[in-house]
């Protein structure tokens, strides 16, 4: 494979792997992975594969399937909620370019933080199928290669992957004034602002990994999501907000002392919020620490 041709089918595969499995690092190992496992072939191998680029995605497909399947082990000894790894813009970075691999993933509505939450519900088999069939339309004879079944039987799968998808309620577009509102108010502290910004029914789930502190259950309730932003102000003085994009649509960015402690991404219905989710694991925030982000 030409150095052109690979950067494309590298870049390719990064973004199948980043969807099935909602984080950069692990997308890029597997991906890493694959290749490995491609030169590692003879060229005698090599050179009996018509479409070396087909071959990598069965075989990045199948380690993020094997991904999947230990994942949910580890979750379960997971310290309080998991969250998909969040996405930085890297316009809005400066000096990194295209080194980082999360410049190769390209932000569409299937990276949203709503959409790969909703991929978090499938099975393993469920996500591959419908990730690689109805996002990035690969056939189901390729994807039947991947999951060992039938192409009947992955086309079963994906159509019940199709079911979640639809079951959750479709998202509006997160504007960027409210997300603006919401930041204004944190600042202040104004719980009755924040009150009025947030749906009544409004859930906030949090993901610090057991490493950095925060709420290990999802916090309900547009008035106790309210208290407890104002109560993080009070507890983190000198804490910086930044509009940034986030998986591609308008979120917040803390940030302390120039490093990036949280993520937050939104969920928006109207004028009000009725999703956030936050990230503060420090491992899932190391994209965000590839640069300096501009004020």
């Not at 999951?147 to 159509?159: E, F, I, M, N, V």
Request: include cysteine.
């Amino acid at each position: 494979m030409g150095a052109v041709e690979d950067r494309a089918e590298r870049r390719q595969l990064l973004n199948v792997a980043y969807r099935l499995l909602g984080s950069v690092t692990e997308a890029e190992d597997a991906v890493q992975d694959a290749y490995t496992r491609w030169y590692g072939l003879t060229d005698g191998r090599r050179a009996e594969i018509l479409s070396p680029g087909a071959w990598l995605t069965t075989v990045t497909g199948r380690i993020c399937l094997d991904l999947l399947g230990s994942a949910r082990a580890r979750r379960e000894r997971y310290v309080g909620a998991w969250l998909p790894e969040p996405l930085p813009d890297r316009a809005e970075w400066d000096g990194t370019g295209d080194a980082d691999p999360a410049d190769l993933i390209v932000r569409d509505e299937s990276v949203t933080m709503a959409f790969l939450v909703v991929l978090e519900s499938m099975t393993p088999a469920e996500r591959v199928a419908f990730v690689l069939h109805d996002v990035f339309r690969y056939p189901f004879a390729e994807i039947a290669e991947v999951l060992g079944r039938t192409p009947a039987a992955c086309k079963q799968l994906a159509a019940s992957a199709r079911r979640r998808v639809s079951a959750a309620r479709a998202p509006a577009p997160v504007r960027a004034d409210v997300v603006r509102r919401v930041k204004e108010a944190w600042e202040s502290k104004d719980i009755a602002a924040l009150v009025g910004l947030l749906d009544p029914a409004a859930v906030m789930t949090a993901d610090g990994g057991g490493m950095v502190g925060t709420v290990l259950r999802p916090v309900e309730g547009g008035p106790r999501i309210a208290q407890y932003m104002a109560a993080i102000a009070d507890r983190a003085p000198g804490l910086e907000l930044l509009e940034r994009s986030v998986n591609g649509l308008p979120g917040l960015v803390a940030r302390r002392d120039g490093a990036v402690v949280t993520v937050a991404a939104f969920e928006i219905d109207g004028d009000r919020v009725t999703r956030i989710w936050v990230v503060r694991n420090p491992e899932k925030l190391r994209p965000w620490s590839a640069g300096r982000q501009p004020s």
